[in-house]
C-alpha cells in the first residue's frame, strides 16, 4: 500500500499542541513548505545544466508566534532528528554578535536562515513538524529551511518581500554556512517556487526557471524510498565533480553545458575512460533534461518516460551512482504495465526512485514490487503541488 500522506491540518493541529504544551497559549501563524522529487537531470547543477523537480504533497509545517523576548526558540516534533529536540538561541541584532552554527545539528538549518533574513527578527516561539522523510533524499532540509524563511515572513510582515528567488538563494546560504553542505539550487528553488499541477524547469546558470504543466488526472509519479543508503567514503561526488571539470577544461569549454557528444568524441583520446563516462552522463543528461521538458509540454510520456529509465541507465553506467536496490526498483517498475519509464533520483547509492505510471495501474505497480523487491519499499503516489506558503488558521 501507498504510504498515507499526513494532510496540512493535520500537521498544523499536531503542531498546535505542541505548541500550547511547550509555550503556552495559541500559535497565531502557520506555513508550509514542499519536500521535492526530481524527475529529470542527476548530476547537471554543478555543470551548469538543467533540473526538473516538482513540489510534494510531503511538507513540513512551522507554527508560531512572534515575541519580543530576544529569543528564538524552536521545538521540532520528529524524533530522526538528532537531541535536544527543543532549543534556544538569541535573535541577532545589528549590534548583538553574529550567529554561528552548533549542535544540536538540526537547528543550524534554521539559525542560518534566522541569520541570513534580510529583515530584523525580534524573537519567536514555534514548534516545527514534518511529513518529508528526514535523510530520504526528498529535501526535508531545504523545506525545513524554506519554512523558516517563510514563517519569518509572515511575522515581520513589514519587511520589504524579496523575490522568490532571493529567497531561495538566502536558503542556499543557511545550508552552505550553517549545515556544511555544498548544495545546489533545486531544492531550495523548487520549495520555494513550486505550483500546483506543475513541475519546474531549472537553468542552474542563469538561474531562470519555468514552470511546466504536469497535471494530467491519468498519470501519476510514483516515489519509492528503497530504504537504503550506502555508506559513502565521502570522495564519490567530490571526485565525479572534479572529474566533469576536467572534460570540460580538456573540450576547451566553461562547463560541459557548452558541450556535445560530438565534442567529447574529438577529445575521447585526451581523456581517461572513467572522465570520459562521467561526461557522457552529464551532457547526454543536460539534453535528455530539455528533450523531456519538449516531450512533456506534447503530453508524449512514452517518450518522456524512455527518457527517464535512459537517465537512469546513464546513471548506472556512465555515472555509477545507483546501487542494485534502485536498480532492482527500476527493472521491477519497467515490466509493470501502464509504466511509462522510472529512475533514481537524488543523489544515488540509494535513497528513492521516481516512476511516471498510468493512474490505474498504480496499484499492481506497488503491489508488484512490494510481492518483489528484496528490501522493503515505501511509495508515495504524488502529483505536483504548491510551493511554499503561509496557511490560514
Ligand atoms: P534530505 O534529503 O531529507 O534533505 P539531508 O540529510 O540533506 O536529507 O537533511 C536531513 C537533515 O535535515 C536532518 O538530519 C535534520 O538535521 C534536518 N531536518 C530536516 N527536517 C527536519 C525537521 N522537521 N526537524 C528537525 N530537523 C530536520
Given at each position: 500500500m501507498a504510504a498515507q500522506i499526513p494532510s496540512v491540518t493535520s500537521l498544523v493541529s499536531e503542531a498546535q499542541t505542541a505548541f500550547t504544551n511547550t509555550y503556552g497559549g495559541v500559535a497565531a501563524v502557520a506555513v508550509s513548505a514542499p519536500g521535492r522529487v526530481n524527475i529529470i537531470g542527476e548530476h547537471t547543477d554543478y555543470n551548469d545544466g538543467f533540473v526538473f523537480p516538482m513540489a510534494l504533497p510531503l511538507v513540513t509545517v512551522i507554527v508560531g508566534n512572534k515575541t519580543e523576548s530576544g529569543m528564538c526558540r524552536v521545538q521540532t516534533l520528529t524524533n530522526m532528528a538528532d537531541r535536544p529536540l527543543q532549543v534556544q538561541f538569541e535573535a541577532p541584532t545589528p549590534s548583538s554578535s553574529q550567529l554561528t552554527p552548533s549542535s544540536p545539528t538540526w537547528a543550524n538549518y534554521v539559525k542560518g536562515v534566522v541569520a541570513y533574513f534580510p529583515g530584523l527578527v525580534s524573537g519567536f516561539d514555534a514548534v516545527v513538524t514534518t511529513s518529508v522523510p528526514l535523510?530520504?533524499?526528498?529535501s526535508s532540509s531545504a523545506s525545513l529551511e524554506v519554512a523558516t524563511y517563510t514563517f519569518l515572513e509572515a511575522l515581520t510582515a513589514a519587511t520589504k518581500p524579496t523575490s522568490l528567488k532571493e529567497k531561495a538563494l538566502v536558503c542556499q546560504k543557511a545550508e552552505h554556512k550553517f549545515a556544511n553542505v555544498p548544495c545546489g539550487i533545486m531544492d531550495q528553488f523548487i520549495s520555494t517556487m513550486g505550483k500546483k499541477g506543475n513541475a519546474l524547469l531549472i537553468?542552474?546558470?542563469?538561474l531562470e526557471s519555468t514552470l511546466v504543466p504536469l497535471?494530467?488526472?491519468?498519470i501519476a509519479l510514483v516515489i519509492t524510498n528503497s530504504n537504503v543508503r550506502h555508506s559513502l567514503s565521502g570522495t564519490e561526488y567530490p571526485t565525479r565533480r572534479r572529474q566533469c571539470y576536467q572534460a570540460a577544461t580538456t573540450l576547451g569549454k566553461?562547463?560541459?553545458?557548452?558541450?556535445t557528444l560530438s565534442d567529447l568524441e574529438k577529445y575521447k583520446g585526451s581523456l581517461s575512460e572513467e572522465v570520459y563516462m562521467r561526461a557522457r552522463h552529464a551532457i547526454s543528461e543536460i539534453q535528455r533534461t530539455q528533450e523531456a521538458v519538449d516531450v512533456l509540454r506534447k503530453k508524449d510520456y512514452v517518450k518522456f518516460g524512455k527518457l527517464m529509465t535512459d537517465s537512469h541507465n546513464s546513471l548506472r553506467v556512465?555515472?555509477?551512482?545507483?546501487?542494485p536496490e534502485l536498480d532492482q526498483l527500476v527493472d521491477i517498475a519497467n515490466t509493470c504495465?501502464?509504466?511509462y519509464g522510472a529512475r533514481m533520483t537524488g543523489g544515488g547509492f540509494g535513497g528513492c526512485t521516481v516512476t511516471l505510471v498510468s493512474c490505474e495501474c498504480v496499484s499492481d505497480l506497488i503491489a508488484h514490487t512490494n510481492a518483489t523487491y528484496k528490501g522493503q519499499a515505501t511509495f508515495y503516489v504524488c502529483q505536483p503541488e504548491e510551493g511554499a506558503q503561509v496557511l490560514s488558521l
Amino acid at each position: 500500500m501507498a504510504a498515507q500522506i499526513p494532510s496540512v491540518t493535520s500537521l498544523v493541529s499536531e503542531a498546535q499542541t505542541a505548541f500550547t504544551n511547550t509555550y503556552g497559549g495559541v500559535a497565531a501563524v502557520a506555513v508550509s513548505a514542499p519536500g521535492r522529487v526530481n524527475i529529470i537531470g542527476e548530476h547537471t547543477d554543478y555543470n551548469d545544466g538543467f533540473v526538473f523537480p516538482m513540489a510534494l504533497p510531503l511538507v513540513t509545517v512551522i507554527v508560531g508566534n512572534k515575541t519580543e523576548s530576544g529569543m528564538c526558540r524552536v521545538q521540532t516534533l520528529t524524533n530522526m532528528a538528532d537531541r535536544p529536540l527543543q532549543v534556544q538561541f538569541e535573535a541577532p541584532t545589528p549590534s548583538s554578535s553574529q550567529l554561528t552554527p552548533s549542535s544540536p545539528t538540526w537547528a543550524n538549518y534554521v539559525k542560518g536562515v534566522v541569520a541570513y533574513f534580510p529583515g530584523l527578527v525580534s524573537g519567536f516561539d514555534a514548534v516545527v513538524t514534518t511529513s518529508v522523510p528526514l535523510g530520504g533524499g526528498l529535501s526535508s532540509s531545504a523545506s525545513l529551511e524554506v519554512a523558516t524563511y517563510t514563517f519569518l515572513e509572515a511575522l515581520t510582515a513589514a519587511t520589504k518581500p524579496t523575490s522568490l528567488k532571493e529567497k531561495a538563494l538566502v536558503c542556499q546560504k543557511a545550508e552552505h554556512k550553517f549545515a556544511n553542505v555544498p548544495c545546489g539550487i533545486m531544492d531550495q528553488f523548487i520549495s520555494t517556487m513550486g505550483k500546483k499541477g506543475n513541475a519546474l524547469l531549472i537553468d542552474c546558470r542563469s538561474l531562470e526557471s519555468t514552470l511546466v504543466p504536469l497535471s494530467d488526472p491519468a498519470i501519476a509519479l510514483v516515489i519509492t524510498n528503497s530504504n537504503v543508503r550506502h555508506s559513502l567514503s565521502g570522495t564519490e561526488y567530490p571526485t565525479r565533480r572534479r572529474q566533469c571539470y576536467q572534460a570540460a577544461t580538456t573540450l576547451g569549454k566553461d562547463s560541459l553545458r557548452d558541450a556535445t557528444l560530438s565534442d567529447l568524441e574529438k577529445y575521447k583520446g585526451s581523456l581517461s575512460e572513467e572522465v570520459y563516462m562521467r561526461a557522457r552522463h552529464a551532457i547526454s543528461e543536460i539534453q535528455r533534461t530539455q528533450e523531456a521538458v519538449d516531450v512533456l509540454r506534447k503530453k508524449d510520456y512514452v517518450k518522456f518516460g524512455k527518457l527517464m529509465t535512459d537517465s537512469h541507465n546513464s546513471l548506472r553506467v556512465d555515472y555509477e551512482v545507483s546501487c542494485p536496490e534502485l536498480d532492482q526498483l527500476v527493472d521491477i517498475a519497467n515490466t509493470c504495465p501502464g509504466v511509462y519509464g522510472a529512475r533514481m533520483t537524488g543523489g544515488g547509492f540509494g535513497g528513492c526512485t521516481v516512476t511516471l505510471v498510468s493512474c490505474e495501474c498504480v496499484s499492481d505497480l506497488i503491489a508488484h514490487t512490494n510481492a518483489t523487491y528484496k528490501g522493503q519499499a515505501t511509495f508515495y503516489v504524488c502529483q505536483p503541488e504548491e510551493g511554499a506558503q503561509v496557511l490560514s488558521l
